[in-house]
């Protein structure tokens, strides 16, 4: 009996201490008596009810980054396969109408030429599934344009383009947990690419045997957040380890790859 | 013996909280610091007292972080004037690599953090949102944090310390040099504190340099905004005056390096 109460002193100070260090983060400006957090996945529908105009919508999005992978790490059975898991999810959205394509490059093989992502996504503009921060009410946009999105000169290249983490948003406008969120983060999206979005011409793989390889095998990733690796490519900013599910796991992925209509 | 156990725990848990409160009320940064971004502006708009001011206002900041013992420099461009040269920004601020307030690297050279080759622009550097940190280890607030309409206006914001404030002064060109163009990017070379027009009921002017518009440029340490990912030459300004900066979301703030 003696010694509950001592017991209970010391659970006292170690509760302290623990919420001494959660207050000590660093962190910031935004932890100033903030108001209630909007969080970080504000949904379109319950924003703009006072700004008129066109409301976002599925059917005014023409890019988006798979809610969900198929599963089998590397393997999406071929572009085929990637192709159809895009047009499967937008229709579940009511997006079906356009045609879809994943943005995935595949290597050369013998009597095979290499494909390239850029070259399987239209020519834009690209819109996501969320209600754009400036201008008139509706979907905000991705980029303008194929030069614009892969930075296709020097000042392009410098400046970006409209895909940030808030924007790589997936076909229900949920936003990808990336660096610095709850887990599971799922930031690396699978491409293939390089930074200038057509394929790898060297012999190693980069795209887990032309996306059939759950097993053994690579595949070259970009970052819907624009954080990793040390650079801020959403395309081409490291490799995975493996092309297994736990693999891409292992590193912050799910399999998940973007999605632009051609139309 | 239990009794004397838990003491002990008691004493030593005390002894840690202890500790900790005083590493809370004054965090450290990290020795490598060599970067950061201004915790708070100067506060007349874009008159910043010219770079002399701007350096001085990196120094004094840092110093208050015990990292005065280098040489801080404003990462901002101002433009020639009849006699007088051209300042480019990158020109100001050594050769890197560069560090941030926990001792992360913001980019190896100056090529990696403007992205002189088309690889490395595409590539981009490693400041975002998580190491675009004040000399206090803050974060930036920016799009999506606390998102208010009345975040637009300065009354709002020099009070609303966790309102969008993304916007940093810089006066360049995405490759860090000064602007060649007759028009206004530099605030008159970080000197003046005035809009064109009175800014209209709604604090929405017109946005960016033109004929006899006062006229900064800006970039993004979270890399969000303005149709672009741009860390230092997204877009223009409303104006130079105090209040119209946070009519696009910024309050005067800028980047600081050590040149040492």
Redesign the interface.
Same mark, same amino acid.
């Given at each position: 009996m003696?010694?509950k109460p001592?017991?209970r002193?010391?659970i006292v100070?170690?509760s302290?201490?623990a919420s001494?260090?959660v207050?000590?983060r660093? $962190?910031?400006?935004?932890?100033?008596?903030?108001?209630a957090?909007?969080g970080?996945q504000?949904a379109p529908a319950g924003r703009g009810g006072g700004r008129g105009g066109a409301e976002p919508s599925p059917s005014g999005m023409s890019f988006f980054v798979t809610s969900v992978g198929l599963g089998k790490g590397g393997d999406l059975g071929g572009l085929a396969g990637a192709d159809a898991h895009c047009q499967a999810l937008a229709a579940a959205v009511g997006a079906g109408n356009r045609t879809w394509h994943a943005y995935l490059s595949t290597q050369a093989r013998p009597g095979q030429p290499a494909v390239n992502a850029r070259d399987r996504i239209g020519t834009g503009p690209w819109y996501n599934y969320s209600f754009a921060?400036?201008g008139q009410p509706q979907n905000a946009?991705i980029s303008q344009n194929l030069a614009e999105l892969? $930075?296709d000169t020097?000042?392009q290249?410098?400046?970006?383009?409209?895909?940030?983490?808030?924007n790589a948003r997936t076909e229900k406008a949920e936003v990808i947990h990336g660096? $610095?969120d709850m887990p599971p983060i799922e930031h690396e999206i699978l491409t293939g690419s390089q930074?200038?979005g057509r394929a790898f011409t060297d012999s190693a793989d980069h795209t887990c045997n032309n996306w059939t390889s759950s097993g053994p095998g690579s595949a070259q990733v970009g970052h819907s957040d624009?954080?990793g690796n040390?650079?801020?490519?959403w395309n081409?900013?490291n490799a995975t380890t493996g092309c297994s599910q736990a693999a891409l796991e292992s590193t912050g992925g799910a399999g998940l790859f973007y999605c632009f209509a051609i139309n | 013996m239990?009794?004397k156990k838990?003491?002990v725990?008691?004493v030593a848990?005390?002894t840690?909280?202890g500790g %900790?409160?005083a590493?809370?009320q004054m965090?450290t940064p990290d020795p490598k610091m060599n970067f950061f971004v201004t915790?708070v502006p100067i506060g007349d708009g874009g008159n910043l007292g010219g770079l002399a001011g701007a350096d001085a206002h990196c120094q004094s900041l840092a110093t208050a972080v015990g990292a005065g013992k280098r040489t801080w420099h404003a990462y901002l461009s101002t433009q020639a004037r009849p006699g007088k040269p051209a300042v480019n920004a990158r020109d100001r601020i050594g050769k890197g690599p560069w560090y941030n307030?926990?001792g992360e690297?913001i980019a190896p050279d100056l090529a990696h953090l403007?992205?002189d080759?088309?690889?490395l622009?595409?590539?981009?550097?490693?400041?975002?949102?998580?190491t675009g940190?004040?000399e206090?280890?803050?974060?930036?607030?920016g799009? %999506?944090? %606390?998102?208010d309409a009345r975040d637009n206006f300065w009354w709002y914001a020099k009070t609303t310390?966790?309102s969008n404030r993304h916007e940093m002064l810089t006066g360049s060109q995405?490759?860090g040099t000064a602007f060649t163009d007759e028009n206004d990017h530099t605030c008159d070379n970080w000197t003046s504190n005035k809009d064109a027009a009175p800014q209209p009921a709604g604090g929405r002017g017109a946005i960016g340099p033109g004929p006899g518009r006062p006229n900064a440029q800006i970039g993004f340490p979270d890399?969000?905004?303005g149709?672009?990912?741009?860390w230092n030459?997204?877009h223009g300004t409303r104006g130079c005056s105090q209040e119209s900066l946070p009519g696009t979301h910024g309050v005067g703030m800028f980047y600081c390096f050590a040149i040492n």
């Open positions: 003696m010694t001592h017991a002193i010391a100070c170690v302290l201490l001494c260090l207050l000590a660093p $962190g910031g400006l935004a932890q100033q008596a903030p108001p957090a909007q970080a504000p921060q400036l946009i892969h $930075g020097l000042v290249a410098q400046r970006g383009s409209n895909m940030y983490k808030q660096i $610095g930074t200038d624009r954080i040390a650079n801020h490519s081409s900013s | 239990a009794t838990s003491l725990a008691a848990a005390l840690l909280f %900790y409160v590493v809370a965090p915790s307030f926990k690297v403007h992205g080759t088309m690889e622009a595409r590539l981009g550097n490693n400041l975002n949102k998580l940190l004040t206090k280890g803050e974060t930036v607030p799009l %999506y944090d %606390y998102s310390p966790y995405p490759d890399r969000n905004g149709g672009n990912g741009s030459s997204s």
